[in-house]
Protein backbone atom coordinates (compact mmCIF):
# COMPACT_ATOMS: atom_id res chain seq x y z
CA UNK A 1 0.00 0.00 0.00
CA UNK A 2 1.25 3.76 -0.82
CA UNK A 3 1.69 6.20 1.94
CA UNK A 4 1.07 9.92 1.93
CA UNK A 5 3.38 11.47 4.68
CA UNK A 6 2.82 14.45 6.74
CA UNK A 7 6.25 14.74 9.36
CA UNK A 8 6.32 16.88 11.96
CA UNK A 9 3.44 19.21 11.65
CA UNK A 10 3.52 21.86 14.47
CA UNK A 11 0.59 22.87 16.43
CA UNK A 12 0.00 24.84 19.14
CA UNK A 13 -2.57 23.76 21.94
CA UNK A 14 -3.82 22.70 25.61
CA UNK A 15 -2.99 19.39 26.21
CA UNK A 16 -2.11 17.45 29.67
CA UNK A 17 -3.21 16.55 32.65
CA UNK A 18 -1.42 18.57 35.08
CA UNK A 19 -3.17 22.28 36.32
CA UNK A 20 -0.30 24.47 34.23
CA UNK A 21 -0.76 22.19 31.17
CA UNK A 22 -4.41 23.12 31.60
CA UNK A 23 -4.06 26.62 30.59
CA UNK A 24 -0.77 27.31 28.96
CA UNK A 25 -0.73 26.01 25.19
CA UNK A 26 2.07 23.73 24.27
CA UNK A 27 3.72 22.61 21.16
CA UNK A 28 3.18 19.40 19.77
CA UNK A 29 4.19 17.61 17.01
CA UNK A 30 1.86 15.09 14.82
CA UNK A 31 3.45 13.34 12.43
CA UNK A 32 0.61 11.03 10.19
CA UNK A 33 0.78 8.45 7.28
CA UNK A 34 -1.97 7.42 5.37
CA UNK A 35 -2.05 4.58 3.62
CA UNK A 36 -3.89 4.22 0.15
CA UNK A 37 -3.96 3.45 -3.59
CA UNK A 38 -2.01 6.02 -5.48
CA UNK A 39 -2.21 4.28 -8.71
CA UNK A 40 -5.05 6.39 -10.75
CA UNK A 41 -3.72 9.63 -8.85
CA UNK A 42 -0.48 8.65 -11.25
CA UNK A 43 -2.14 8.00 -13.85
CA UNK A 44 -4.49 10.92 -14.24
CA UNK A 45 -2.05 13.66 -12.22
CA UNK A 46 -5.26 14.87 -11.18
CA UNK A 47 -5.69 16.30 -7.62
CA UNK A 48 -9.25 15.01 -7.53
CA UNK A 49 -8.07 11.52 -7.47
CA UNK A 50 -5.24 12.58 -4.83
CA UNK A 51 -6.11 12.32 -0.87
CA UNK A 52 -5.26 16.10 -0.16
CA UNK A 53 -2.60 16.33 2.71
CA UNK A 54 -3.02 19.88 2.49
CA UNK A 55 -6.17 19.66 3.80
CA UNK A 56 -5.59 16.63 5.89
CA UNK A 57 -2.84 18.86 7.51
CA UNK A 58 -5.33 21.72 8.11
CA UNK A 59 -8.23 19.43 9.24
CA UNK A 60 -5.80 17.83 12.18
CA UNK A 61 -3.97 20.82 13.45
CA UNK A 62 -7.25 22.76 13.59
CA UNK A 63 -8.32 19.82 15.63
CA UNK A 64 -5.16 19.47 17.62
CA UNK A 65 -5.69 23.32 18.25
CA UNK A 66 -9.36 22.90 19.62
CA UNK A 67 -9.64 20.08 21.43
CA UNK A 68 -8.03 20.65 24.90
CA UNK A 69 -7.26 16.63 25.72
CA UNK A 70 -5.68 15.77 28.64
CA UNK A 71 -3.82 12.62 26.71
CA UNK A 72 -1.70 12.51 23.53
CA UNK A 73 -3.86 8.96 23.51
CA UNK A 74 -7.19 10.37 22.81
CA UNK A 75 -5.72 12.93 20.58
CA UNK A 76 -4.05 10.34 18.44
CA UNK A 77 -6.94 8.48 18.12
CA UNK A 78 -9.35 11.59 17.30
CA UNK A 79 -6.81 12.60 14.26
CA UNK A 80 -7.04 8.81 13.18
CA UNK A 81 -11.01 9.11 13.24
CA UNK A 82 -10.23 12.33 11.30
CA UNK A 83 -8.00 10.83 8.53
CA UNK A 84 -9.65 7.39 8.12
CA UNK A 85 -12.65 9.54 7.18
CA UNK A 86 -11.26 10.85 3.93
CA UNK A 87 -11.87 9.38 0.73
CA UNK A 88 -9.15 6.94 -0.26
CA UNK A 89 -7.98 6.51 3.15
CA UNK A 90 -7.28 2.76 3.88
CA UNK A 91 -5.42 2.73 7.08
CA UNK A 92 -3.60 5.64 9.03
CA UNK A 93 -0.54 5.68 11.59
CA UNK A 94 -0.23 8.79 13.70
CA UNK A 95 1.86 10.01 16.31
CA UNK A 96 1.80 12.69 19.08
CA UNK A 97 4.62 14.08 20.31
CA UNK A 98 4.92 16.35 23.45
CA UNK A 99 8.57 18.01 22.72
CA UNK A 100 9.06 19.93 26.20
CA UNK A 101 7.21 17.52 28.24
CA UNK A 102 10.04 16.07 29.93
CA UNK A 103 13.08 18.06 30.38
CA UNK A 104 15.71 15.23 30.21
CA UNK A 105 14.25 13.50 26.04
CA UNK A 106 14.04 14.88 23.05
CA UNK A 107 10.41 14.47 23.16
CA UNK A 108 7.29 11.97 24.75
CA UNK A 109 4.38 11.17 23.02
CA UNK A 110 2.30 7.98 21.14
CA UNK A 111 1.90 6.32 17.98
CA UNK A 112 -0.59 4.59 16.97
CA UNK A 113 -1.71 2.85 13.84
CA UNK A 114 -5.86 2.80 12.81
CA UNK A 115 -8.06 0.65 10.44
CA UNK A 116 -11.66 1.55 9.52
CA UNK A 117 -14.03 -0.80 11.94
Known amino acids: MDQIIIDNLKVTGIIGIYPHER ?7 ISVILYTDTRRAAETDDIADCV ?3 SAAKKISAH ?4 HRLTVEALAQDIAGLCLAMPGVKKVRVRVEKPHAVPEADSVGVEIEREPD
Not at 64 to 67: D, K
Open 64 to 67: AQQA
Open 23 to 29: VTPQEMR
Open 52 to 54: DYD
